[in-house]
Structures are given as structure tokens and as C-alpha cells.
């Protein structure tokens, strides 16, 4: 069981709210994590988030925050798929799944709704919400999900319960947050915006008689912090995930359930409608070949897919619970910065990479680290690592990789090569050692031919490094971890003296100028292409 707490509009408030959070968590004691929805940035105190940013002070406890909801507060947002805005405080991203250490499934969504093209920065649209429904709703073992936060209230909501005070739910809020609430069928559902308190009697998810019984969703709507009517904006649950929970004891129905309010028939079906998005080509069985001047695509087994009839299904990669930025088959990829691709896994250069050459080796198919990777990508990956280390070594470079399973949804091998003539393999593990030394964090010295999955569990958050020479570091992240860590050692003085691009975003170049580094590359590159073999 995960004790946890839910906030409403922060609005910038940042003393009143983790002051308030350290008096209930002496009084009460300790809670696992703080969930805040609706506005955590105002449009003014700058000062008191520099505190919190530089580290002058410090949240109490992990706290996870949603994005802008207008176009004032979007500069503190600046990556989409989420990061670590201070210390204890993570923007979870514009849409996606995060899971718990404990196994607790939340889905977020961030910004207010559109159904206007292009969507504002700080919005989603019907296809983002398609794309979370489809992603998680069409598996035949979905029964829902242990939270949902959203900024906007859910359109119709009030229906068939207690009063919402003076929000008409029949006007307020969105729809295709209701649709969303429909298909996820959260057990907890937190939203805020609307600068008031409001606790929804449980509803249910089944159709009474037709259906077999499923588990209630309670819906809490939740003030701003600080509003002098003294309007209840912290909210303190306890919570066992999903799917730890007995099967009788999930479905249990409160006394006070009323019916689903997003159920009743014509509203039912304006939802829908709403929410009807285009379906993304299914890129799982096709890539475009980068080999081919036409841009013409192939099956995944590198066969053209026009050459036979009856070509072989691939096996199917595994798939992400949500969005992701770099499955190759999504939407999201930012596919002019793929350099090569293979059976099992593509290259792509870094987005604001440490250098022009600043390589990713990512699985296509959906593993969240080399831990849980299957063993033919296994072996690709081993492939890929010994013919960058070649090419990198023809071009008077030594290749340094690194994986950060922290904080991340996807497996990013970092591949970055450092020039001969700057450091020595010694050089570079005296910086990585000395560096982890001054904070705090321990990195062992694994043998050099052992197996990361003999030291980490799937499911474990870890970050390490492997020289030229095979040689590894390895550190287990127990509770909090530098994103950067990596970078900035690279980054620093002692190897490639680029201190200031330890953090990526600093290191962004327009898209005209990647896709020419990533046409230079797959050149280059091309003598030690091993997928041209087959």
C-alpha cells in the first residue's frame, strides 16, 4: 500500500504548499508522493521557484506535476516527454503512463483541451486522447488504471450525483477528459482548475445486470492552495496498486455508488465523437529504409515489401502502455534524426547532443532497459557497439556508453566519442569515479565481462558506464539521481571541456541543421554498415 497526496492549483505557492505538506507529514508521518494538478506555476513569485530550482530549498517530498494549462507558464515546461525541474519536483510530460516503484499505474494528461489545428503548447486534442485509449483500452487483460490526473474537470461529471456546488458540469470542463475517464475507468481521478473543492460520490464501471462487476472511480476535484475561503486544496489517500489487489476485493462496490455520469445515452455518444481521431499508420510492421533514395519502405526482417506475396510476419516488438518517444513505430519519433535502423534496433543521433557524432542505440520494439532487453536484441545491441567502436576508432575517437534507467520509459544507450588525443580510458574512469565521489553516489567497478541482468533486476532504476576496454561502473539509484550525471561528467574540463552542454536543452540546433548532421553521418558511416550484409 502507497500513501500518497493529491494538490490542486499551486499557482506558484510553493512555501504555503510544502509547508503545509511537512506539518501533515509530521503530524501523520510519512507520504510516498505528492501529485499536482491544475497550475503549479503562477504568472508571478519567479523568486520563490529560483529557491527551489537553484536548490536553496528543497521539496519534502517527491513531488510529480502536470504542464502548462496557458501560454504564460509554458517556458518552464521545455521537454515534452518530462524532466526534473528541481530537486524532488519532475514535470511528468504532455501525455503518458508513469509507474510507481510500488506498481501503482497513473496516466497523466497535461494543458486544457482544443479541437483546433495546430494544438496550442500548452493543450491536447482528440488525438491525444485517442492515442492514450487506444494505447492502453484495446489489451483483452485491461480492467483500468490506479489514477488518472488531469488540470480540467471532466465534462458531466455532476451527473447522476452529489451537487458541484456552482460549477455546471454540464457546461464546465471537457469533454474529451470525460471520454478519457470512460475508457481508463481510474480508480482515482484528480483534477483542479476550477478553484474549488469538490468530492464526487463513487461511480461505477459496469452496466448493472449486463456486466460483471468492476471496480468503483472516485473523482476529486481540487481548490488552489493558500485561497483564503480556506477550500480543502491537499487530499491524503491511501492506495494498494491494482494489480496487487484480490479480485473480490478490487470490485467491491461502495454503499454510496451511483451510476457512471459519462453513461447517460446522447451524451455517451457526443463524447465519442469527439474523440474520433485519424489512426496512425501501424509502423510496427514497416520502417522507411534509409538506404533507399526513393524512401520506399521495408518489412522489419529488411526484406522490400514489395519483392514477395507472401512475405514472413515479423514477431511483433513489444508494444508501450502509452506514447513514447522512441518506438520507432510512434508517431512521436523524430524520425529525420534516425541514422540507421536494424532488425532489433536503429541508431539515431542525440537531440542536442554532446558532439556533431553523439549516438543513441535504441531498441525498436519497447524495453525500458538493457535489463529486460529479449536476447536477438541483446546481440544486435553487442553489434552495434562493437561497429561504432570501429568506426569511431578509424576517426581517432574512443567510444564511451552509458544507460540511465531512471526517470526514463524507453532504453537510450548513450554512444559518445571522445578524440584520443583529449583523455585516456583511465582519464575517463577517474572522472566518472572522482565525479560520483564528490556526490554521494556510489559506482562499482563490475567485471569486465559480466552481464548487467546478473546485478539489476527488471524493474530496478540503475545508471552505468562501459569504456573502450569493457570495463564497467555500475550504480544502483535507490532514491533520487542527477538526470545529467553522464553528460556532465563527459562534459566537464577533464574529458571533452564542453561544461556548458552538460544539459541537452542547452544543446538544441534547428532541425535543418540535424537532418544535415544526420546526412553526414549515415555517409560516413555506411563503409561499416553491418545491416547491408544481409
Request: net charge neutral; glycine share 6%; hydrophobic share 35%.
Amino acid at each position: 500500500m502507497t500513501s500518497d497526496l493529491a494538490c490542486g492549483d499551486v499557482e506558484g505557492k510553493f512555501d504555503i504548499l510544502f509547508n503545509r505538506v511537512q506539518a501533515i507529514q509530521k503530524k501523520s508521518g510519512n507520504f510516498d508522493l505528492l501529485l499536482c494538478v491544475g497550475n503549479f506555476f503562477g504568472s508571478t513569485q519567479d523568486a520563490e521557484w529560483e529557491e527551489y530550482k537553484t536548490g536553496i530549498k528543497k521539496a519534502p517530498i517527491q513531488t510529480y506535476v502536470l504542464g502548462a494549462n496557458n501560454q504564460e507558464t509554458v517556458k518552464y515546461f521545455q521537454d515534452a516527454d518530462g524532466c526534473e525541474l528541481a530537486e524532488n519536483i519532475t514535470y511528468l510530460g504532455r501525455k503518458g503512463i508513469f509507474t510507481g516503484s510500488s506498481g501503482l499505474q497513473i496516466v497523466y494528461l497535461s494543458g486544457t483541451e482544443s479541437l483546433n489545428e495546430p494544438v496550442p503548447g500548452y493543450s491536447f486534442s482528440p488525438k491525444d486522447v485517442s492515442s492514450l485509449r487506444t494505447m492502453l483500452c484495446t489489451t483483452s487483460q485491461f480492467k483500468g488504471v490506479d489514477i488518472l490526473l488531469t488540470s480540467p474537470w471532466p465534462k458531466y461529471v455532476g451527473n447522476f450525483g452529489n451537487s458541484s456546488g456552482e460549477v455546471d458540469t454540464k457546461k464546465c470542463g471537457s469533454a474529451l477528459v470525460s471520454s478519457l475517464a470512460m475508457g481508463l475507468k481510474p480508480r482515482y481521478h484528480f483534477a483542479a482548475l476550477e478553484k474549488t473543492y469538490y468530492e464526487r460520490l463513487p461511480y461505477r464501471n459496469h452496466i448493472v445486470l449486463q456486466e460483471n462487476a468492476q471496480h468503483a472511480t472516485r473523482f476529486i476535484a481540487l481548490a488552489n492552495v493558500g485561497n483564503p475561503e480556506k477550500k480543502k486544496y491537499l487530499y491524503a489517500f491511501s492506495i494498494v496498486p491494482m494489480k496487487l489487489m484480490d479480485a473480490a476485493e478490487l470490485v467491491k462496490q461502495p454503499p454510496d455508488i451511483t451510476e457512471n455520469p459519462y453513461r447517460k445515452s446522447g451524451q455517451e455518444a457526443s463524447i465519442g465523437k469527439q474523440i474520433l481521431a485519424p489512426v496512425e499508420e501501424s509502423a510496427c510492421q514497416f520502417f522507411f529504409d534509409l538506404n533507399e533514395k526513393q524512401g520506399r519502405k521495408r518489412s522489419s526482417t529488411g526484406r522490400d515489401s514489395k519483392s514477395s506475396p507472401h512475405p514472413k510476419q515479423p514477431r511483433k516488438p513489444p508494444q508501450p502502455p502509452g506514447p513514447c518517444w522512441f518506438c520507432l513505430a510512434s508517431p512521436e519519433v523524430e524520425k529525420h534524426l534516425v541514422v540507421n535502423i536494424g532488425t532489433h534496433c536503429y541508431l539515431a543521433l542525440a537531440k542536442g547532443g554532446l558532439s556533431d557524432d553523439h549516438v543513441l542505440i535504441l531498441p525498436i520494439g519497447h524495453y525500458q532497459s538493457v535489463v529486460e532487453l529479449s536476447a536477438e536484441v541483446v546481440e544486435e545491441v553487442e553489434k552495434y557497439k562493437a561497429t561504432l567502436r570501429r568506426f569511431f576508432k578509424s576517426r581517432g575517437k574512443r567510444c564511451v556508453v552509458f544507460e540511465r534507467n531512471y526517470k526514463s520509459h524507453h532504453l537510450q544507450l548513450q554512444v559518445i566519442p571522445v578524440p584520443i588525443s583529449c583523455s585516456t580510458t583511465d582519464d575517463i574512469k577517474d572522472a566518472f569515479i572522482t565525479q560520483a565521489q564528490e556526490q554521494q553516489i556510489e559506482l562499482l567497478e563490475i567485471p569486465e565481462h559480466s552481464d548487467i541482468k546478473q546485478i539489476a533486476q527488471p524493474g530496478a532504476a540503475y545508471f552505468y558506464v562501459e569504456l573502450d576496454t569493457g570495463e564497467k561502473l555500475f550504480h544502483r539509484i535507490k532514491k533520487n539521481f542527477p538526470l545529467q550525471f553522464g553528460r556532465e561528467v563527459l562534459a566537464s574540463e577533464a574529458i571533452l571541456n564542453v561544461p556548458d552542454k552538460s544539459d541537452w536543452r542547452q544543446c538544441q540546433i534547428s532541425k535543418e541543421d540535424e537532418e544535415t548532421l544526420a546526412r553526414r553521418f549515415r555517409k560516413d558511416f555506411e563503409p561499416y554498415d553491418f545491416t547491408l550484409d544481409d
